[in-house]
């Protein structure tokens, strides 16, 4: 699975923020 660089900064930025961790959790489901 790739994750493009756009995600991986998304993803890094979401970490201290709770509602888009669970957002990335949910996303993570598919």
């Known amino acids: ?3 493009t660089i756009e995600e ?3 993803r890094k930025t979401c970490q201290h ?3 888009c ?3 990335q959790q949910t ?3 598919e």
Request: negative net charge; hydrophobic residues 40%.
């Open 1 to 3: 699975m790739q994750e």
């Open 8 to 10: 991986h900064f998304g």
């Open 17 to 19: 923020l709770l509602e």
């Open 21 to 23: 961790h669970v957002f």
């Open 27 to 29: 996303q993570d489901n």
